[in-house]
């Protein structure tokens, strides 16, 4: 920020870009697909309530940014329970704070030389525009027909949690000229928990990022952090007879003997301890690495790579199953509760159960619409089909114990007097 020739500070050019109409709409339409096809009600709704008073919600945000006086709200964390049995800590952030954020990292990847520099790095694809898990996996496949005839796959130890806050700001700071700019990206990396207190009587408190070191999953900023942190580690692991593919906190070693690719991994371990960061080693019994042949195929980004082969993995197939299967048992469990409750979690109904498999395929199928064709997804149908079926037997017996009212209910469609009544309220 600069005075003018009547002495009166005004925002620099990247700062009044971040709070320009057009980047705050923009940034608000990322946001709301995001939050419209969230699985949590609560977030589809908050983004309902926040459309249903545009322009003035955009309106309040761009006032605030433009007189320096926005203030981030609080968020909310929630320990998301890994196959392992460990938490994972999610931040979930109110829409107002996601818009901005979504406005500052359009800004920053625009406009900010070591940002631009650092995105187009070729062997980098997590958080990135216009790259895709199905870009590191066609290179992969490339890399293997060129001769990188053995591997090693890993992924860094609790990245997001241990990335240095203070780091991040020394790397960016000599970029960012804008003093409002600088403030405004250390106010949207920083956590502040409104739930705090109940995850402190949980005992969970520990795996947030609520002081210098980690950032929040969950935010807009989190892949860029990421990919701004381990920069150097993606130019070092590359400068040498392999090549070292990265997505976020996964990476992949490809060589054409076993030994330089050992001694490119010892060189990722050194290069990622001097961020205080460490992979997970790869042995017969972790399914966080592996090493061997590529020939024999391996596990990358969900998927199971060879040079002829690439299909979702065996573990992300199970993932799949269990949730189809996890989401149908739920919906019973919700219909068998409506029945003395006399109402419904509108998940829970039959309608919004099956409209919510068919979303769950429909985007599984998508992000895996690159591997090969084969018999995995004859194998899935068939499985989806069974469990339908299965949910299907339930429904009716629950049936056979209700009347009309309680199956509308669990239906999931209201009665002609519940719309009635509603109606009336609202007049």
């Known amino acids: 920020m600069s005075p003018n020739k009547q ?40 983004a309902k309530d926040f459309e249903s ?73 997590g958080g990135i525009q216009n790259k ?20 090693i796959r890993s992924d860094i130890a609790e990245f997001f949690t241990r990335i240095d806050k203070a780091r991040v700001m020394e790397l960016v700071g000599p970029y960012i000229k804008c003093p409002d700019t600088l403030a405004l990206f250390q106010a949207a990396i920083t956590t502040d928990l ?31 952090l990421a990919n701004l942190y381990l920069h150097d580690f993606d130019k070092t692991m590359n400068d040498g007879d392999v090549i070292c593919l990265r997505y976020i906190d996964d990476f992949l070693i490809l060589g054409k003997d076993m030994g330089c690719v050992d001694r490119a991994f010892s060189k990722a371990q050194n290069e990622l301890k001097k961020l205080s960061l460490e992979a997970y080693r790869p042995s017969a019994t972790s399914n966080k690495a592996s090493r061997g042949l590529t020939a024999k195929g391996f596990d ?14 065996t573990a992300t197939r199970e993932r799949f199953k269990k949730r189809i299967k996890s989401d149908l048992d739920a919906s019973i ?10 109402g419904i979690s509108p998940k829970g109904s039959y309608s919004a159960a099956l409209q919510n498999i068919d979303r769950v395929i429909l ?27 299965q949910y299907e037997v339930e429904k009716t017996n629950l049936f056979k ?27």
């Open 53 to 125: 008073q545009l322009p003035k919600s955009l309106s309040d945000i761009q006032r605030a940014l433009s007189k320096k006086i926005f203030a981030f709200q609080k968020q909310t964390g929630v320990a998301k329970t890994k196959t392992n049995g460990n938490s994972r800590p999610i931040v979930l952030s109110p829409i107002p704070n996601r818009i901005v954020q979504r406005a500052l990292l359009d800004a920053l990847q625009s406009r900010v030389r070591f940002v631009k520099e650092a995105l187009a790095t070729p062997t980098s694809y």
């Open 333 to 342: 469990r919700m219909m068998k509760f409506s029945v003395g409750a006399e």
């Open 194 to 224: 409104a739930n705090i207190d109940v995850l402190r009587r949980q005992g969970l408190d520990e795996i947030f990022p609520l002081g210098v070191e980690g950032v929040a999953q969950g935010s807009p900023l989190s892949p860029l």
């Open 363 to 389: 985007g599984w199928g998508k992000a895996f619409s690159f591997c090969s064709n084969g018999q995995w997804i004859k194998s899935l149908d068939d499985y989806i089909t069974s469990a339908l079926a």
């Open 132 to 151: 895709r898990v199905a870009m590191a996996v066609t290179d992969a496949k490339e890399a293997i027909s060129k001769g990188a005839a053995f591997h």
């Open 7 to 46: 002495g009166v500070f005004v925002a620099s050019s990247l700062y009044r870009r971040i709070y320009s109409g057009d980047s705050l709409y923009s940034a608000w339409r990322k946001v709301k697909e995001s939050a419209f096809s969230s699985s949590s009600e609560t977030i589809r709704n908050e």
């Open 300 to 313: 990358f980004l969900g998927c199971f790579v060879s040079a002829g082969l690439v299909q979702p993995s």
């Open 401 to 427: 114990r209700t009347n009309g009212t309680a199956q509308r209910t669990m239906l999931g469609v209201r009665l002609l007097a519940t719309a009635h009544s509603e109606r009336r309220e609202t007049k």
